[in-house]
C-alpha cells in the first residue's frame, strides 16, 4: 500500500492546533506520496530539528553572569525568564516552544519516514532504504535524546524509573489532539538505547552531503555520548573507539590552519562549520540568535553574556595544570579574540555561525540561522576520555586528553595523573565570590566518583576541557545536570565586580528540568512538578 497519510505530529496536537474532520480525509495539493526510497531519502531532510537549543542551555548555565549594571539594553523577556529558570511563557526562536514543537516535528518526519520504508517493503528491499531506515531510528534517537535531556530531569539509576519522561513517539501522529501520558525517563532511555542499536546495523553515508545526515561517523559519535550519558562506558568506548579509528589526531580540528588562513570572524565561521572540517561529524542548520550572543556585537545581546572574569576564573583563561598561571589569547593555537563594552571584555572563538535569511529583502526582514556542529571528533574524544576516568582508566583518559590539549594549545602538554591530582587538590572548591575551576560534584548513579581522589581531579579536568571546547555551543548544561553542579545567579556591577547573587540552583533543584511549554500543558500535557 502507497503512504498517502497526513502528517499530524504529536508536536501540532501538544501546541493545540485544531481542524476538522473533512479536512482531515482530503489530500493537501501540496502532499505526495511517499512511494518510492528517493521520496522517503527526501523526507528525512526534516528530521532534523529547524531550531536549535545552543541558546537555551547556554543561558541556563554558568556560562552567564548578568552584566545588566554596564549594559544598559534590557534583555528580551525570553532570556530573562531563561537564565532566572523560571516558567516562561514567551516565545521566539530560541524559546522552549520552538525547541519543543520543532524537535517533535523532526520525530514525526523520521516516524512518517519508517512507515512509509515498511510499506515498500522493509529495509531489506533494497540497500537505499536500508540506509533511509538506519538514518530514521538514530534521528529519531536523537530528537528523544535532546528533549528528554532538556524537559526532564538528568537519567540516573535511582529515582528514572519515577522520574516524569516523555511519550517516546514511535508512530507517525494521525489524530486531532490526541491526549498523551508521560512515562518515565528510564523507559525513554531504554527506548533510544533501541532505536540505536537498531539503527546503527543500517546506516552509512551515501548522501550528496554526508555531513548534514547522520551518516556513520555521527550515528557512531551519539551512540558514544548516549551511552555515556547512559553509565554504560564501556559501549560508550567502543563506539567512540569505531568513530575516531587508529588515528583520531588526524580528525582534530585543525586550529592552525584556522589561525593562519581565517582572518575575519565572518571568515573563520564558515571555515569552523564547513563540511570540509574532517573534525564536523554532523552539521545542523537551524533558526537561532546564538550566532549574535557569541559574536562581536554589542547591545541586549550582552546583558547575560560569558566575560572575561568567568574566563579566567573558571574557564579557557583560568590557570591549567601544566601551566598554573593565567591563559590569554596567546596560549592558544587558534586564538580567542575579547571585545570590550563598557568595562566588561567578553571573549569569544570565531566559531559560531551567523547567518541572516530574508524572508523580504526588499524590507530586510527575515530570521537569523545558524549552523551547529552537532557532534565532532574533539568532542568524540573528550566523551571517550570521560568514560576511562569513570572506569578508572587513567593512562588511557590522558592520552586522549593530552591529544586534545596539544590540539588546542601552543605549549607542549604532557599531563600525569600526579600532575592533574595536584593541580585540583591544591585547589579551593568554587565559591560564587572566590571562583575556581574546581566545582563540587554531586552525580547520581550511573556516576560515581571518588571525592578527593585522582578520579575527582581527573573529572575536573574532562568538565573544563569540554567547557572550553564547546563554549557557546550549549553542552555545558548537560554536564551540570549530570555531575549535580551548584549554578549561582551572580550580579556583576559598573566596575566589572561580582557583588551578589539572586538565586541558587542545587543539585536537587526541579528546575533544572525545563518546564513544558504553556501552549502543551494547555493542551493537556502533563506539566513539570515544581
Known amino acids: 500500500m502507497k503512504t498517502r497519510k497526513l502528517i499530524y505530529i504529536f508536536a501540532a496536537a501538544l501546541m493545540g492546533l485544531t481542524a476538522c474532520d473533512k479536512f482531515l480525509d ?43 549594571a554596564v549594559v544598559t539594553a534590557e534583555a528580551s523577556r525570553l532570556y530573562q525568564a531563561l537564565w532566572k529558570w523560571e516558567d516562561n511563557t514567551e516565545t521566539g526562536n530560541d524559546s522552549e516552544e520552538n525547541i519543543w514543537s520543532s524537535f ?3 520525530i514525526g518526519s523520521a516516524n512518517q519516514a519508517l512507515e512509509a520504508i515498511e510499506e515498500l517493503g522493509g529495509a531489506s528491499a533494497d540497500p537505499s532504504l536500508a540506509a533511509s531506515y538506519g538514518e530514521a531510528l538514530i534521528a529519531r534517537a536523537y530528537a528523544h535524546f535532546i528533549l ?13 524509573a519515577t522520574d516524569q519522561g516523555l511519550p517516546y513517539m514511535d508512530k507517525p501522529e494521525q489524530g486531532l489532539n490526541p491526549q498523551y501520558e508521560r512515562s518515565n525517563v528510564a523507559e525513554v532511555y531504554r527506548r533510544i538505547d533501541e532505536d540505536i542499536q537498531e539503527g546503527l546495523k543500517y546506516v552509512g553515508d551515501d548522501y550528496a552531503v554526508p555531513k548534514y545526515h547522520f551518516n556513520r561517523q555521527a550515528a557512531l559519535a551519539f551512540a558514544a555520548r548516549f551511552y555515556l550519558y547512559y553509565g554504560q562506558y564501556e559501549k560508550a568506548i567502543q563506539y567512540a573507539n569505531e568513530c575516531l579509528g587508529s588515528a583520531p589526531k588526524t580528525l582534530l580540528r585543525d586550529y592552525a590552519d584556522l589561525q593562519a588562513n581565517y582572518s575575519t570572524i565572518a571568515t573563520a565561521r564558515l571555515a569552523y562549520n564547513s563540511t570540509d572540517q574532517k573534525a564536523n561529524f554532523l552539521l545542523i542548520t ?24 568567568i574566563a579566567q576564573t573558571e574557564s579557557f583563561f583560568a590557570p591549567v595544570p601544566w601551566s598554573n598561571t593565567l591563559q590569554t589569547d596567546a596560549s592558544f593555537i587558534w586564538r580567542p579574540r575579547t571585545y570590550p563594552v563598557g568595562m566588561l571584555r567578553y571573549p569569544i572563538f570565531w566559531k559560531i555561525d551567523y547567518e541572516f535569511e530574508y524572508t523580504d529583502p526588499v524590507a530586510g526582514i527575515g530570521y537569523r540561522r545558524t549552523v551547529y556542529p552537532c557532534f565532532t571528533a574533539d568532542q568524540t574524544l573528550l566523551d571517550r576520555a570521560e568514560a576511562y576516568i569513570l572506569l578508572k582508566r587513567y593512562d588511557e583518559a590522558l592520552e586522549d ?11 607542549d602538554v604532557n599531563m600525569t595523573v600526579d600532575m592533574v ?51 557557546g555551543q550549549g553542552m555545558r548544561w548537560f554536564d ?46 502533563e506539566g513539570n512538578k515544581r
Not at 533558526?287 to 547575560?304: A, C, D, E, R, T
Not at 593541580?423 to 548513579?445: C, H, I, R, V
Request: net charge negative.
Open 148 to 160: 528528554v535531556n532538556i524537559f526532564c530531569l538528568q537519567y540516573n539509576e535511582e529515582t528514572s
Open 26 to 68: 482530503t489530500m493537501p495539493d501540496n502532499r505526495t506520496e511517499i512511494d518510492s526510497s528517493e521520496k522517503v531519502a527526501a523526507l528525512l531532510g526534516s528530521a532534523y530539528s529547524d531550531h536549535i537549543y545552543n541558546m537555551v542551555t547556554e543561558l541556563l548555565s554558568d556560562n552567564m553572569d548578568n552584566n545588566r
Open 401 to 411: 586528553l593530552n591529544l586534545w590539549a596539544n590540539n588546542m594549545y601552543v605549549e
Open 480 to 525: 551540570i545536570k549530570r555531575y549535580g553542579i551548584t549554578v549561582y545567579r551572580r550580579e556583576v556591577n559598573s566596575n566589572a565586580d561580582v557583588v551578589g547573587i539572586t538565586d541558587t540552583l542545587g543539585p536537587d533543584d526541579l528546575r533544572r528540568a525545563v518546564q513544558i511549554p504553556l501552549k502543551a500543558r494547555d493542551a493537556g500535557f
Open 286 to 309: 537551524g533558526y537561532s540568535n546564538v550566532g549574535l550572543f557569541w559574536g562581536n556585537y554589542s547591545g541586549s545581546n550582552k546583558h547575560y553574556a560569558f566575560t572575561e572574569y
Open 104 to 106: 517533535w516535528m523532526a
Open 421 to 471: 591530582h595536584t593541580f585540583y587538590s591544591n585547589m579551593e572548591y568554587y565559591a560564587w565570590d572566590a571562583p575556581t575551576q574546581k566545582k563540587a560534584l554531586a552525580p547520581k548513579k550511573p556516576i560515581v566518583v571518588d571525592l578527593g581522589t585522582e578520579q575527582e581531579s581527573m573529572i575536573h579536568l574532562v568538565l573544563n576541557c569540554r567547557r572550553t571546547e564547546t563554549m
